[in-house]
C-alpha cells in the first residue's frame, strides 16, 4: 500500500527561559522545551491512523507540523513524494500542497467566522485555492458540499450564532473538503459537542473516507472513538511516540507501560477489569536528559537500564513498534 505521509526523525524545540535569573540585568539562559522528539511514522492511502496521548504530549505540535503551521526544528515531512519540511510555514500557503491538506478543528464554535454564513465559510477554500471563484458554479458547488455533510441548504444563509453545535461542525467538515484533499487531520472533532451528536458526526466522518478516498490522521483523548475510526494507532508520551500498532492488535495486547495504562482507564462494565495506576509525576519536557527513558518515574516495569538508556522504537512484527526494555503485556486477565 502505498504511504500518502511518511514522517521522518521530526523534532519541535521551543525556547524557553529560566525565570529564577530575570531581574538581575543578565539575559536568563536558553532552554529547549522538546514538544515533539524524533517522531517517526507513515500514514497509507485511504488509512486511518490515530494519534492519541494525554495533554500535553506533543499531538497538538505535532499537527501543526504536518499541516505547516510551524517549522520544525529537525527531520523530514514527505507528503505525496515531496519533503514539505523544507517549505517554510510563511510560504507554504502558496504551495500546490496546501490544498491537499486540510483540518478539521476541535472546536467547531471557534473556528468559523463569526462575519461568515455557513455559505461563505464553505466556499472560502474554493476561491483561494480552487479553481471556482464566484457565480453559480460555486453555488453549485457549495450546495453538493452542503449535501454531502448532510448540511440543509437552507442554513447556507445562517450566521454561526444561528446554528448547532452539530451544524457548525458540518459546515467544518465541509469546508475541510471542499478541494478534495487527500489527508484529513481531524483535531479532536467532536469533543466539544454533545454525546448523542458526536456519534452522526462519526458516522459522517467514516462514510465521507469510504466515499471520497482520504487518509485521516485522528487526534482524540477519547479511545473508544479511536478503537471504531481507526485502523492503526500512535501513542505519544512527552514528544516521544511510544507504540505503535493495528488498533486491534494495540487494544488486545499493548505492549509499552503507558499504553497499557491508557487502556486500563476506560471505563469498564466489568467490575473485575484489571487496572494500572501510575505513581509519580511526569518528567519535564525541558532539556530531558537524552539517556533516560522519558516515562521513568511513573513506570510499573521500571529499572536501572530506564535510568541509563533511552529505548529506542522498535518494530516487534509487522504492525508493531514499541519504545521500551520490556515491552512484555503484564495486565492481562
Known amino acids: 500500500m502505498t504511504?500518502?505521509?511518511?514522517?521522518?526523525?521530526?523534532?519541535?524545540?521551543?525556547?524557553?527561559?529560566?525565570?529564577?535569573?530575570?531581574?538581575?540585568?543578565?539575559?536568563?539562559?536558553?532552554?529547549?522545551?522538546?514538544?515533539?522528539?524524533?517522531?517517526?511514522?507513515?500514514?497509507?492511502?485511504?488509512?486511518?491512523?490515530?494519534?492519541?496521548?494525554?495533554?500535553?504530549?506533543?499531538?497538538?505540535?505535532?499537527?501543526?507540523?504536518?499541516?505547516?503551521?510551524?517549522?520544525?526544528?529537525?527531520?523530514?515531512?514527505?507528503?505525496?513524494?515531496?519533503?514539505?519540511?523544507?517549505?517554510?510555514?510563511?510560504e507554504f500557503s502558496r504551495h500546490g500542497a496546501r490544498s491537499q491538506i486540510q483540518l478539521v478543528f476541535q472546536d467547531p464554535h471557534d473556528s468559523l467566522n463569526p462575519r461568515f454564513t455557513a455559505f461563505d465559510s464553505i466556499a472560502e477554500p474554493l476561491k483561494r485555492w480552487g479553481t471556482i471563484s464566484r457565480g453559480d458554479r460555486l453555488r453549485k458547488r457549495v450546495e453538493e458540499l452542503a449535501d454531502r455533510v448532510g448540511l440543509p441548504q437552507n442554513l447556507l444563509t445562517r450566521f454561526p450564532h444561528q446554528l448547532s453545535g452539530g451544524q457548525k461542525a458540518r459546515v467544518g467538515i465541509a469546508r475541510a473538503i471542499a478541494l478534495n484533499p487527500k489527508l484529513l487531520i481531524l483535531d479532536e472533532p467532536t469533543s466539544a459537542l454533545d454525546v448523542s451528536v458526536q456519534a452522526i458526526i462519526l458516522r459522517l466522518l467514516a462514510d465521507l473516507q469510504q466515499t471520497l478516498g482520504m487518509s485521516y490522521l485522528f487526534v482524540s483523548h477519547d479511545l473508544n472513538v479511536v478503537r471504531l475510526l481507526c485502523d492503526r494507532v500512535i501513542v505519544m508520551y512527552l514528544g516521544k511516540i511510544v507504540e505503535i500498532g493495528s488498533t486491534r492488535a494495540l487494544f488486545r495486547q499493548p505492549l509499552h507501560p503507558y499504553t497499557q495504562a491508557l487502556i486500563a482507564a476506560i471505563p469498564h462494565a466489568n467490575s473485575r477489569h484489571c487496572t494500572v495506576r501510575l505513581q509519580g509525576e511526569p518528567r519535564s519536557p525541558i532539556d530531558p536528559d537524552p539517556h533516560i527513558c522519558r516515562?521513568?518515574?511513573?513506570?510499573?516495569?521500571?529499572?536501572?537500564?530506564?535510568?541509563?538508556?533511552?529505548?529506542?522504537?522498535?518494530?516487534?512484527?509487522?504492525?508493531?513498534a514499541v519504545a521500551c526494555h520490556f515491552p512484555e503485556n503484564q495486565t492481562e486477565g
Open 295 to 320: 516515562f521513568y518515574g511513573r513506570c510499573f516495569k521500571e529499572s536501572e537500564q530506564c535510568y541509563q538508556t533511552m529505548p529506542l522504537l522498535l518494530s516487534k512484527d509487522s504492525d508493531r
Open 3 to 90: 504511504n500518502i505521509l511518511e514522517v521522518n526523525n521530526l523534532k519541535k524545540f521551543f525556547p524557553t527561559q529560566n525565570r529564577m535569573f530575570k531581574g538581575f540585568g543578565n539575559q536568563s539562559p536558553s532552554h529547549l522545551l522538546h514538544a515533539v522528539d524524533d517522531a517517526s511514522f507513515s500514514l497509507a492511502a485511504r488509512e486511518s491512523v490515530g494519534l492519541v496521548g494525554e495533554s500535553g504530549c506533543g499531538k497538538s505540535t505535532l499537527v501543526r507540523l504536518i499541516t505547516r503551521l510551524i517549522d520544525p526544528t529537525g527531520g523530514n515531512i514527505w507528503f505525496d513524494g515531496e519533503n514539505i519540511a523544507r517549505i517554510p510555514a510563511r
